[in-house]
């Protein structure tokens, strides 16, 4: 006879993590009305996005799905594992799918990502150019997006390269952030027409 698992978070006491935070397999389960990130042990609400952003969100999405090379594979709103106590949910990865079974692997082990794309929103502006950068830096994610309307009303693509001394982000040497249309190498060769994603 099995021991049922001890300490899980319940629809009722979601919100009062332990001293040492909710991991992962205690919160795994729960069924929430919202949709949620886990931060440093604690269930973090994530913010209602807007029309521009899911358009943006899906077709940046698509323009890297018709240009992933192998191995890779995109995918949007798919949460990724960082560590036992922190598991976000990016707008967009790239990862590679080698060694995973997907149709039994309930999130992205962060190890395999090779991009992570953020539009930045109303409610996500600080996670999105500081938190979020630090925590996929730290886990060696060799290439970050932030993707926000600039003064204009243009997309501007702030492309991030991975400094692997420091563990920390540096803007792309060549092409930091694009206007009107993205165009870079890794993690793989990619055109994006930043001025067609706003035309709906």
Same mark, same amino acid.
């Given at each position: ?81 960082v560590d036992d106590r ?18 039994t692997t309930p999130c992205? /082990? @962060?190890?395999?990502?090779? #991009? !992570?794309? =953020? *539009?930045?929103? &109303? ?52 092409? /930091? @952030?694009?206007?009107?249309? #993205? !165009?870079? =190498? *890794?993690?793989? &060769? ?11």
């Open positions: 006879m099995t021991t049922p698992p001890q300490g899980r978070a319940t629809e009722d006491t979601w919100m009062f993590p332990p001293t040492e935070g909710w991991s992962f397999d205690q919160v795994k389960h729960l069924e929430l009305p919202f949709d949620w990130e886990l931060v440093d042990g604690v269930i973090a609400t994530r913010g209602q996005t807007n029309v521009w952003h899911n358009e943006v969100r899906d077709g940046i999405a698509g323009a890297l799905k018709a240009a992933r090379t192998q191995p890779y594979r995109v995918l949007n709103e798919q949460c990724v594992i922190n598991v976000a949910k990016p707008d967009v990865i790239v990862y590679d799918p080698g060694n995973l079974n997907l149709l992205i /082990p @962060v190890s395999k990502l090779a #991009l !992570v794309v =953020e *539009v930045v929103s &109303p409610g996500s502006r600080r996670a999105d150019r500081v938190s979020k950068p630090a925590l996929f830096a730290g886990a060696k994610v060799p290439c970050y997006w932030r993707v926000e309307l600039d003064r204009d009303g243009k997309l501007a693509v702030h492309e991030y390269w991975l400094n692997a001394d420091t563990h920390s982000y540096i803007p792309a040497p060549m092409h /930091p @952030v694009h206007h009107d249309k #993205l !165009v870079t =190498e *890794v993690p793989f &060769p990619v055109e994006i027409d930043l001025n067609a994603l706003l035309e709906f």
